[in-house]
């Protein structure tokens, strides 16, 4: 997709600034991402500045990896700036299902209306409120059989609804994009999730088509992950040959190995 093509140029260029609350566990890891990509990282969860913080950044990057009162207050205040700023924002609703405590947040999150939501099938089968036994950031189903369940959690919050596992699926109401690039060690390294959550993220910050905007994030993290992949002896290797990866993908590379499918309904 020509789209996909422009949009990684688009970034690199602009550099976007992502604001992201997000989980201790990945702080590093998605900062790091962001930068390899050619976005800007701005990593922040105090009150006092979550307000101005929007004013400033092009998206909002919402993780509820490592909750806590504070932190859930920030992610609020920022939410609702975003939403009456009409700022893109992402919503990662790491665990969902997991505690009553996750779910009420996450409940009051949705009251602001994320542009994106990502999950796992298992987080997006609870957020679409199937009754399932969350294994938290694990997923114990697969992307396709969360499929349906998307596609509902999209009508009902308006939001493109991105499912990532073996095969990533893009929703967007009834339309439904498939990507099958990617590699099972991906799964191996902590919060890789989240960083196709960021990125998403920087893309949103070049491309006003969320749709889009996430097919792009979702395409360029699966085909940076395989090449990562074959350089790497296992998980360890592949967090550092992935941000490699990332910065320096070529459009050429990125159009040889995008396997993307348009579902049509």
């Not at 009162?69 to 009409?86: D, G, P, Q």
């Not at 993290?221 to 990866?245: C, N, R």
Request: aromatic share 4%; hydrophobic share 45%.
């Amino acid at each position: 997709m020509k789209a996909v093509l422009s949009n990684l140029r688009k970034v690199r260029e602009n550099s976007p600034l992502v604001h992201n609350i997000t989980n201790f566990v990945v702080m590093n890891n998605t900062a790091n991402a962001l930068l390899a990509l050619g976005a800007s990282p701005i990593m922040s969860h105090a009150h006092k500045e979550s307000e101005d913080m929007i004013g400033i950044v092009q998206t909002l990057v919402v993780n509820i990896g490592t909750m806590d009162e504070y932190w859930v207050e920030s992610m609020l205040i920022a939410a609702k700036k975003a939403h009456e700023m009409k700022k893109p924002w992402v919503l990662d609703p790491v665990g969902a299902g997991a505690t009553p405590f996750r779910n009420e947040t996450l409940s009051r999150l949705l009251e602001f209306h994320p542009t994106v939501i990502r999950g796992n099938a298992s987080e997006i089968l609870a957020m679409a409120k199937e009754n399932i036994e969350s294994k938290g950031v694990d997923s114990t189903n697969t992307s396709q059989e969360a499929l349906e369940a998307g596609k509902r959690l999209s009508v009902t919050t308006k939001a493109v609804v991105c499912i990532s596992g073996k095969e990533d699926y893009i929703i967007d109401g009834d339309l439904v994009v498939e990507i099958a690039n990617g590699d099972l060690l991906m799964a191996k390294v902590t919060g890789m999730g989240c960083t196709a959550s960021a990125l998403i993220g920087a893309f949103l910050g070049v491309e006003k088509d969320p749709f889009q905007a996430t097919i792009s994030a979702m395409a360029v993290m699966g085909v940076a992950g395989e090449i990562a992949a074959k350089e790497s002896k296992g998980p360890g290797t592949l967090q550092l040959h992935f941000y490699d990866a990332l910065y320096n993908l070529t459009e050429s590379q990125l159009a040889d190995s995008l396997k993307i499918t348009i579902h049509e309904h």
